[in-house]
């Protein structure tokens, strides 16, 4: 009887009558007759996918299953002792993670609550999952809200999951076998499943921005840094580069989609106001002022290291020591600097080895003081050094420990060299700590460098990168800048996202002068693109050695930094990419 009624209801609803559904039934039931052309007479059982189909199914899903793991279960928690399932669907509505009670394994599998069960609406017919893949939009399915006489017992409730570009990627269910008659019953399933789908949105966009600003939007200050509300990833520049969906809504109103679109334009606020956001200051001081008016609750998130495909990389010991303020995040500088801490207290001769202005005598000083008090540093300019200079400064007794800071040391005068291997035979307490801009060990070869000489200073080599390679360069400008003006002057996010775009072939010392100059030439507290000397003129747009994939690292796979290095635009280096057979780390 119940089934005639239901056939007959959906004829009327096939004519344009109005029968107390939600359209968002009625809208799904003219779908399954007009456009699928489905009978609601037939009783179909579930769609079950063949195993090989739900692997594959799944491995395309593998990031969003991880992502949402954690946000399922504790949703089943939650719900289990109500009798509810919990399923996720791709966005193809075939289910891929499930947790339900395994005593009612044969009855929910043979609903179709199981896994590789396939929930789209056009096999499905009307359904919550299916529903929700056709509309992006949470919704119940309650009933006899289903198409087909074949789910008619089960309750479901489903809200679409996206990923951090916007894209529906998957969809969050929690369903009944049995269920009170009232679809106001499933209101608290609702309220329950849209907010998991938010919070499995929020994980999955943090597992995404690992090495990007993420900005949590709050409305409440209590809630800010345990369930915030929202989410954006940003670049370097403070453009837009991800979002979940409640940002979407938050911002976007009726205007450009939220990709690329820069924070500035939305917020009163700059990437450069983000570490003051962050979690060390009280919530309630952390207040952010939208464009219209409004004011909302910030946590922001700082760049984190990438992760490394083996074991996790040792991090730095933070000793607050001369070795820890040389570097931010950059996954090449933290191995190097721990290398530097280890040899610092040892007498092993050091070759410090990188392109002009990559920081060598800076590293050098710092791993002299690291080293311990009971050292005298001499420092010795190479090129400027004769022999007798050098007999001078080094061959009285002095200090009997000593480190010994040879500057740029493929610049000591051939004469001189064959005098400092034996000054340093003699004073075996010297610790060399050579720099050097070259291939000593190729000069050697060639027959430029005194080779007892080269054995004696190279115990170990520690190889700066040079600027362009480092992921920390927004660290460093930072730390530069501070260095000129204290807090008085920020970057403007244009100005910021030059600098980082920039090849700097003169490496810190072109950043140093750079700075310099935006420093006089600014007029308020920022400094924007004309207070910017233009680059200096040396070389091509990038290192004619460099490939794509290290331009590319050192951006932290960042496709549009990349490509302001490159001096190309976007959709080339995407081009690039594909032709190299290039993709971002996952
Ligand atoms: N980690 C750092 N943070 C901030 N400033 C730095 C850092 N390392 C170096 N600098 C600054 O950058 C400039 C260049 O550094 P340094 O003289 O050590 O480079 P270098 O590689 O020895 O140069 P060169 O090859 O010309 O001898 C210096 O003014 C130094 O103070």
Known sequence: MIERNHVEEIERVLEGRTTGRDSQVSESWKRCVEIYGMDPT???????????????????????????????QSLFRQVARQNYTVLLTDAKGVCVDFFGDPDFED?????????????????????????????????????????????????????????SLGQLAAVLDISLLQSPSPKSSQNLAMSLVTSSARRVEMANLMAQSRREWVLRLSTSPEFLDVDPEAAVTLDGGGRIIGFTRAADKLFRGDTAPLLGQRIDSLLDLSVDDLPDLMRDRPTEDRVVNLRDGGALFGHAIAPQSPRSSGTPARRLRKTGGPLDALAGTDAGMQPLLERAERLARTHVPLLV???????????????????????????????????????????????????????????????????????????????????????????????????????????????????????????????????????????????????????WHGNLHELESVLDVAVALCDGEVIDLPDLPPPAGLGGPAAPQETLEDVLEACGWNMAQAARRLGVNRSTVMRRMRRAGLTPPA
């Open 353 to 503: 080895s990188g392109e002009t202005g990559t920081g060598k005598m800076r590293l050098a000083r710092a791993i002299h003081v690291a080293g311990g008090a009971d050292r005298a540093l001499i420092t010795v300019e190479c090129a400027a050094q004769t022999p007798d200079r050098l007999q001078e400064l080094l061959g009285a007794p002095g200090q009997a420990r000593a480190t010994l800071l040879l500057r740029r040391i493929e610049e000591l005068p051939r004469e001189a060299q064959a005098l400092l291997t034996s000054l340093l035979d003699e004073r075996p307490g010297l610790r060399p700590v050579a720099t050097c801009c070259t291939d000593l060990g190729r000069a050697v070869n060639d027959g430029l460098f005194h080779k007892p000489l080269f054995y004696r200073l190279s115990g170990a080599e520690l190889a700066l990168p040079p600027l362009r390679k480092r992921q920390d360069l927004g660290w460093l400008i930072d730390r530069l800048l501070r260095r000129r003006a204290q807090d008085e002057l920020r970057l403007s996010p244009a100005a910021r996202a030059d600098l980082t775009g920039r090849v």
């Open 42 to 72: 037939r009783a179909d059982p579930a769609h079950i996918v063949t195993e090989a189909e739900l692997r594959e199914h799944r491995m395309q899903a593998e990031r969003m299953i991880a992502s949402a793991r954690s946000g399922l």
């Open 107 to 163: 009855e929910l599998r043979g609903s179709g609550l199981f896994m590789g069960a396939n929930w789209s609406e056009d096999l499905a017919g009307t359904c919550a999952a299916g529903a929700c893949i056709v509309t992006g939009e949470p919704v119940t399915i309650h009933q006899d809200d289903h198409f087909g006489n074949a789910h008619t017992a089960l309750s479901c409730t489903a809200a679409p999951v996206y990923d």
